[in-house]
């Protein structure tokens, strides 16, 4: 009877000063968000992800433990390392076990994505290429987007794109690599897996903006019937990119010419750009492909409706993260958005695939 009682009463509204509590530590909360990025940085850069995992047996282990099993000296702070810890286990990174009074770690399944697998991959590289000094610097500077879209908060920054900053400087370049390929691998595999006709009748494949080529390497693998891959990408990122058997690295600019092939594949590439920019590259992609040949583009694409989802707040704030990094006006798009860009320069069909929470397979039909 008292369950039923209890259960017919309405929801109990928080008084005025409980929702101003509230609505203080959220601000608190914000304010310092800042601290769980540069913590997963620092993470990241200990390599204590790969620690945590000893080859698998993701048995929890103490901050003191961890570092036991790293190599740094003797003064090493394990409560800082802690502190760390508690943090980011306070946001799904880490698992926290209290056991005979110790704090111990282990990985959860968002914590397994920073550990390094037999390839040398990992989210890690992502994490530490987003924290980069450079990119850093552009950070506070980001209400000059507001005032002046026109210039990147990069630029103003640093004084050059960050495509050229990149250039000029072999290590980013090779992190950036590292980075799409660590974030590429996974995607990949489940794109192959549910978009299984998308290479059907390809024998020549071209990957606009392909970077080290671990796409097209994946691509070529599933589907042998795709005899010759051309990763085309700026000349100062092909010259560093492996040697994959069947692929040719062509160095240039989407800007100017694309090379031709049955299919145009291109990932992680129209969202670094202004609309006027993406109608370029995909105004040469058209002219690079034969009568009913397809784009077939894989970016993020942002939902109509704003909410607090993890996927939502991904996508916005990798929104966030072009505008400061890239272009201003290089933006997420939603689903229409596209479709419009890809009517705009003559595509005739259009569809979106959905089989990723960040990535969205987009085919263009000539
Ligand atoms: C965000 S990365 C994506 C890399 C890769 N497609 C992936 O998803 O892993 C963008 C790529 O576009 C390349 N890029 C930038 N400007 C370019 C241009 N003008 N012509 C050709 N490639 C360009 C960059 O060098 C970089 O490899």
Redesign the pocket.
């Known amino acids: 009877m008292e369950a039923e009682a209890a259960a017919a009463e309405p929801p109990q509204q928080k008084s005025q000063s409980e929702q101003q509590n509230d609505a203080r530590i959220a601000i608190i909360e914000l304010a310092n968000m800042i601290s769980v990025p540069m913590s997963l940085h620092a993470v990241v850069v200990l390599k204590i992800p790969d620690a945590i995992w000893q080859s698998g047996s993701n048995t929890p282990i103490s901050a003191s433990r961890i570092l036991s099993l790293l190599p740094c000296s003797a003064s090493a702070s394990a409560s800082n390392l802690q502190r760390l810890l508690r943090l980011l286990s306070s946001h799904g990174v880490f698992l926290e076990h209290l056991l005979d009074g110790e704090r111990r770690y282990s990985l959860t399944d968002v914590g397994k994505t920073l550990v390094t697998d037999q390839d040398g991959l990992s989210y890690g590289a992502y994490v530490l290429q987003h924290h980069q000094d450079a990119l850093v610097r552009s950070w506070p500077l980001v209400h000059e987007a507001v005032l002046d879209p026109t210039v990147a908060p990069f630029v103003k920054a640093n004084g050059i794109s960050a495509?050229s900053y990149y250039g000029e400087r072999s290590e980013m370049n090779e992190l950036?690599?590292k980075s799409?390929?660590g974030?590429?691998v996974p995607f990949m595999r489940a794109m192959m897996d549910g978009y299984v006709k998308g290479f059907d009748g390809v024998d020549r494949l071209v990957?606009?903006?392909?970077?080290s080529g671990?796409?097209l390497k994946m691509i070529m693998e599933r589907y042998p019937h795709v005899r010759e891959g051309i990763n085309?990408?700026?000349p100062e990122?092909v010259a560093k990119a492996p040697n994959i058997p069947g692929v040719t690295h062509v160095g240039?600019?989407?800007?100017k010419s694309i090379p031709s092939g049955d299919a145009i594949f291109?990932?992680?590439?129209l969202t670094?750009w202004t609309d006027d920019e993406c109608k370029v590259i995909m105004k040469n992609s058209y002219d690079a492909l034969p009568e009913k040949g397809r784009l077939i583009a894989?970016d993020p694409v942002l939902p109509e409706e704003t909410d607090s989802s993890h996927r939502t707040r991904a996508l916005l704030a990798g929104d966030i993260f072009v505008m400061t990094i890239y272009r201003a006006q290089g933006k997420h798009r939603t689903e229409e958005e596209f479709r419009q860009l890809g009517l705009s320069v003559g595509f005739t069909g259009f569809r979106a695939i959905y089989l990723d929470h960040f990535y969205t397979v987009l085919e263009f039909q000539k």
């Open positions: 495509y950036m690599q799409m390929t974030v590429s990957d606009v903006g392909g970077s671990a796409c085309f990408d700026l990122v240039g600019d989407m800007f291109m990932k992680w590439i670094t894989c």
